[in-house]
């Protein structure tokens, strides 16, 4: 169960003063937004984006330097809603989606705006109207750099760091296997105890996210006399492959699970981006090729679900599914 801050604990007191920002942010919303977006000497329309706009969401990825595939973004487009901005000649602009997890909660993500229109309020514009959609939910995003201000000024506290580790992965030494534990291959009847697994550590349901990712990854799972203890799983992405979602109780746990499937990587780019801090995990992954290349900071609007102890998040599906 959630605790409320006591009212004059610091905590409180940046919870105050974000819901100060965050409904300073939401009064600037006219209704003009929905549909129109004067930037510079131009107009923009806002549209949902659905599956036949998936080549202006791939336009705006390549023009950022995004490494997202035609069926990465299928995958997204496929599991989320948002918004696309388009200028007059149907040029995209910027987007923003919102992704439902178990009615209370939603993920921001696919959070791009063109780098020569960042500081005209493209992104304000699309952020304020996924907002209001997602009204009365718990909200969790990945900052970028750039859009970390922004996120600050709607009301969003930071919660962690993401370490975004990548490479062409090498020969390495496998950790040893850690008594009791048996780890294999996912098989069907894994997938609810993985979704239990799953809640717990992401503190959201994820039902649906996980039946689609099952459809498109291989992986492996950890059990203890019969009990799925954690669970890794693995798919092609931009690049390469990335591994994830992970769940793991503690280091030697997580490093068990994404060891076979990093060396199953050999010579090819692999991604894991992973919310623990432990020095230890990072260089288990470092020494695989896999070093750090990018951090981005959680953030959140509400309390912050991950969980503590027990099953613990080691690695996400994306920056956009967390």
């Not at 009064?27 to 930037?39: F, Q, T, V, Y």
């Not at 109780?249 to 060891?259: G, H, I, P, S, T």
């Amino acid at each position: 169960m959630t605790q409320t801050p006591a009212p004059n604990s610091i905590e409180a007191q940046i919870e105050s003063k974000a819901q100060a920002r965050r409904a300073a942010f939401m009064a600037r919303m006219s209704p003009i937004d929905d549909i129109r977006l004067k930037l510079d000497a131009y107009e923009a329309t806002i549209e949902p984006i659905d599956v036949n706009k998936r080549q202006k969401l791939h336009e705006l990825t390549v023009s950022v330097f995004w490494p997202h595939r035609a069926d990465d973004l299928d995958l997204f487009l496929s599991l989320g809603q948002g918004y696309l901005a388009l200028d007059e000649i149907g040029r995209p602009l910027g987007s923003a989606m919102y992704f439902d997890m178990g009615g209370d909660f939603a993920m921001f993500g696919m959070m791009v705006t063109t780098p020569r229109l960042q500081a005209l309020g493209a992104g304000q514009r699309l952020l304020r109207r996924i907002m209001r959609d997602c009204e009365g939910r718990d909200l969790r995003l990945s900052a970028t750099r750039s859009g970390y201000r922004l996120y600050e000024m709607a009301g969003f506290t930071p919660v962690t760091t993401i370490w975004q580790q990548q490479g062409v992965v090498r020969s390495f030494h496998l950790p040893e296997s850690l008594p009791g534990l048996v780890l294999r291959e996912i098989e069907a009847d894994d997938l609810a105890p993985i979704k239990a697994l799953d809640a717990h550590a992401y503190g959201a349901d994820r039902d649906r996210i996980l039946n689609s990712l099952v459809q498109v990854s291989s992986g492996l799972v950890v059990e203890r006399a019969g009990e799925v203890l954690g669970y890794a799983l693995m798919r092609k992405f931009g690049k390469g492959v990335v591994i994830g979602p992970v769940v793991a109780e503690d280091d030697a746990m997580a490093m068990q699970l994404v060891a076979p499937l990093i060396q199953r990587c050999e010579g090819i780019f692999t991604r894991l981006d992973t919310p623990q801090q432990s020095e230890y995990f990072k260089a288990f992954l470092a020494a695989a090729g896999m070093g750090v290349h990018d951090t981005v900071t959680e953030m959140r609007i509400g309390p912050s679900r991950r969980s503590e102890s027990g099953a613990l998040t080691y690695g996400l599906a994306s920056h956009s599914l967390g």
